[in-house]
């Protein structure tokens, strides 16, 4: 009967004593688990990552799978390019890995260990690129999951996973501290050239960070500067979009109307408009912008 041993991961109790590792693994049962959460949060936060379309739109190649904006980018922006991508170099940039990339990498690893009547080169080649999706490479992990805890390999696993995770929180919070400002009313197709009854616009959503002078269109590159703001967007829109926009009550936004005097009209017993530029002015003038910048 083999020895009891410890949990490679370096788990220990209150006192000091390491974890067994589970029969036939190098890990213990907490931290499989606590392992397979972290794919979870991965999978989840990916997701939302990607799910912010509206910062470049137009940019996805469904030919190929990878994306390829046409307008001015941002740090940002470049880093969800970077995330979704799995061709591009698994370190990444700034010391953060390329998250598709990384995972994509671990499941070429266990599809070449695992196959056993297709040689490794062949195996290599069975998931061409443009089909290599997250949701993918991590079902496979998770189907290979008994396998992985008993490799020696398994604290980098861990440790990938980890950094993965970490690389695209710092995207998502990055752009958690942008908020919506409006579409994006740039004329790109005047009616002369369709013969249509209307111009055709951008409508890219614009976002605006805190501190920002001015507002940058990712997808036509028009410069929005401050005494702008008000021509964002529909001129009058209501407390609820409003709300939904900046993820905010409505009866706090009702409150800043009722300070700062909105110019409001009221449609009906139940439906209430305000003017976009007054609430923009407002929101920028309450995260330290001098009120009458924010136009």
């Given at each position: 009967m083999s020895a009891p041993r410890p949990c490679v991961l370096g788990c220990r109790n209150r006192d000091g004593i390491p974890f067994r590792a589970a029969p036939g693994s190098n890990v213990c049962h907490p931290c499989s688990d606590r392992l397979r959460r972290t794919l979870d949060h991965i999978e989840t936060t990916y997701a939302a990552v990607t799910a912010l379309d509206e910062l470049i739109p137009g940019g996805h190649s469904h030919g190929t799978g990878v994306r390829t904006p046409p307008g001015p980018r941002s740090p940002t922006v470049d880093s969800?390019?970077?995330?979704?991508?799995?061709?591009?170099?698994?370190?990444?940039?700034?010391?953060?890995?390329?998250?598709?990339?990384?995972?994509?990498?671990?499941?070429?690893?266990?599809?070449?260990?695992?196959?056993?009547?297709?040689?490794?080169?062949?195996?290599?080649?069975?998931?061409?690129?443009?089909?290599?999706?997250?949701?993918?490479?991590?079902?496979?992990?998770?189907?290979?999951?008994?396998?992985?805890?008993?490799?020696?390999?398994?604290?980098?696993?861990?440790?990938?996973?980890?950094?993965?995770?970490?690389?695209?929180?710092?995207?998502?919070?990055?752009?958690?501290?942008?908020?919506?400002?409006?579409?994006?009313?740039?004329?790109v197709i005047p009616r002369e050239a369709t013969g249509l009854p209307i111009d055709l616009e951008c409508g890219a959503w614009l976002r605006l960070k805190i501190g920002e002078d001015e507002i940058r269109c990712r997808n036509c590159g028009h410069t929005w500067p401050r005494g702008r703001w008000s021509e964002i967007g529909e001129p009058w829109t209501t407390y609820g979009e409003l709300a939904r926009i900046w993820d905010m009550p409505g009866s706090t936004l009702r409150g800043w109307a009722k300070e700062h005097t909105w110019r409001t009209v009221t449609l009906s017993r139940k439906k209430v408009i305000v003017l976009r530029a007054d609430a923009v002015a407002t929101y920028m003038n309450r995260r330290g912008m001098p009120l009458g910048e924010a136009g």
């Open positions: 969800i390019l970077i995330h979704t991508d799995p061709r591009y170099p698994r370190d990444g940039w700034h010391d953060q890995p390329a998250a598709l990339a990384e995972i994509a990498g671990w499941v070429r690893l266990v599809r070449e260990d695992r196959s056993v009547d297709v040689p490794p080169a062949e195996m290599r080649a069975t998931v061409p690129v443009g089909r290599v999706t997250m949701a993918r490479e991590l079902s496979t992990l998770r189907f290979h999951w008994d396998w992985l805890m008993a490799q020696g390999w398994v604290p980098d696993f861990a440790d990938a996973m980890n950094a993965v995770l970490r690389a695209l929180r710092t995207v998502d919070a990055q752009q958690a501290k942008a908020t919506r400002v409006g579409k994006c009313p740039v004329v």
